[in-house]
């Protein structure tokens, strides 16, 4: 992939994480390893924060409910359409590549 479709995508993604809170932000970094490549579980993360899985799987649910909220996934607008036309175009996979 083109390494300036790669930047703006990343680009894209950091402004639509920073419009989550911190708490948010860091269990899904942390849950989906968008930092380091390495996912943890429910307890894990549960661990770090010290409070229950439960309360983990609740944090993340409701910031991915956020994150596909149609605001937030216009700004993400074409970087993840099925369009045959535009083949260069980063795919969901790009997200680990890119290290996020």
Excluded: C, W
């Amino acid at each position: 992939y083109d390494m300036t479709a790669y930047s703006l995508l990343r680009e894209k993604i950091i402004d639509v994480l920073d419009s989550l809170t911190d708490r948010e932000r860091n269990v899904l970094s942390l849950r989906f390893g968008l930092k380091d490549g390495y996912s943890r579980t429910l307890e894990e993360v549960g661990r770090q924060f010290k409070v229950t899985r439960e309360r983990i799987r609740q944090i993340e649910a409701k910031a991915l409910r956020k994150m596909r909220h149609p605001t937030r996934i216009r700004q993400l607008h074409g970087f993840f359409e099925a369009d045959q036309s535009s083949v260069n175009k980063p795919k969901p996979e790009a997200l680990r590549q890119l290290g996020l």
